[in-house]
């Protein structure tokens, strides 16, 4: 029967002493995988634009019933918000290069 645990628990068991021969070590190759940068970004997206979870926080939001900015509670996922912020970074970033720029659109289609 194959063992699913990881390299890290196989070493720190701290079961009673087994014979080595009974142990089936991992190869190199199912411990460290080969990925295309693409492959890294989609298996480990936090690494880049930080958390992908929902996350509920108090935040001064803009209500248009009210028209005006109200603290709310809301629910987002910071790296949907940190890929719209670097947008908006970049867009400015070009605003500051060409002077021929005059607006900044952005189109959401969810």
Partial sequence: ???TSSPLQEINMNSPKKSNKNKKR???ERIYQKKTQ???ILLR???YIGSVEPNKQSMWVY???LD????KEITYVPGL???FDEILVNAADNKQRDANMSTIKIDINP
Avoid: G, N
């Fill in 26 to 28: 991992l190869s190199v």
């Fill in 81 to 83: 918000y940190k890929i």
């Fill in 63 to 65: 209500d248009d019933i």
């Fill in 68 to 71: 005006a900015i109200v603290s």
């Fill in 1 to 3: 029967m194959a063992t």
């Fill in 45 to 47: 997206p936090d690494t």
């Fill in 38 to 40: 693409l492959e890294h």
